[in-house]
């Protein structure tokens, strides 16, 4: 069962600082890997999303760096602010052979201490 | 929009019983996916329909649940008979243009089998 791999599980960062997230995958059937974001009692929602043509993508406060030989990516949260604190997931689109959908990561609850 | 429609928002039952999950996509979405989450296992996708059609089943736990889309504007997740681990989250969300594209979730249906 193709895994994506999310680190770390849980983060704590004070207010202004770099809250940084990573995930790993497989071998993918299609390029395209987005952030999720999830607040408690809420459905998840895109943050960001990358398609590899490039190495990083910034939105804001969000960054997504792309590592595409290393099959590894990130996301970077500047200047972290209280209101940024929520659950992350990172996806990665699942191998082709077991078919083309996404599989999320197991999540990195962040806490953006004032 | 009213974004992704999903009810109940909580359902309490009892080991044996069916439950019906009810989800209305947004609008002018041809893809639509329902997910699980649970602290254990993260988030699952279960299935996934594509105008209507089941596109990939293969997250579907056993015979117990089963899925369909009548209409492009309505689906139904039923389990039957329900378990105690069958508790969980369950999110449905839409898209426009298929997994590789914004998947957006509706608020969710916590179920709980006692």
């Known amino acids: 069962q193709q895994q994506v791999k999310q680190s770390p599980q849980s983060l704590i960062v004070q207010k202004g600082g770099i809250s940084i997230i990573n995930c790993a995958y497989e071998?993918?059937?299609?390029?395209?890997f987005p952030w999720y974001q999830q607040f408690p009692g809420k459905g998840p929602a895109l943050l960001i999303a990358?398609?590899?043509?490039?190495s990083e993508k910034k939105e804001g406060r969000f960054t997504i760096s792309f590592n595409k030989s290393a099959k590894q990516f990130s996301l970077h949260i500047m200047d972290s602010q209280p209101g940024d604190s929520a659950t992350y997931f990172c996806?990665?689109?699942?191998?082709?052979?077991?078919?083309?959908?996404?599989?999320f990561g197991q999540g990195t609850e962040l806490s953006v201490k004032p | 929009d009213a974004g992704v429609i999903q009810s109940p928002r909580h359902e309490v039952t009892e080991m044996g019983q069916e439950v019906t999950l009810r989800c209305k996509p947004i609008?002018?979405?041809?893809?639509l996916f329902w997910y699980r989450q649970t602290m254990m296992r993260g988030l699952e996708l279960l299935i996934y329909?594509?105008?209507?059609?089941?596109?990939?089943d293969s997250g579907m736990p056993e015979d117990r649940f089963s899925a369909k889309m009548p209409n492009a504007s309505f689906s139904t997740l039923k389990i039957q008979p329900s378990e105690p681990r069958d508790s969980a989250v369950y999110f449905c969300?839409?898209?426009?243009?298929?997994?590789?594209?914004?998947?957006?979730f509706g608020p969710g249906t916590r179920l709980t089998v006692l």
């Open positions: 969300a839409s898209s426009a243009r298929g997994v590789a594209d914004t998947q957006y």
């Open positions: 990358i398609r590899p043509d490039v």
């Open positions: 071998n993918t059937a299609f390029d395209y």
């Open positions: 609008s002018g979405h041809d893809y």
């Open positions: 329909f594509n105008n209507n059609v089941p596109i990939d």
């Open positions: 996806a990665a689109p699942r191998i082709y052979n077991q078919g083309g959908k996404l599989i």
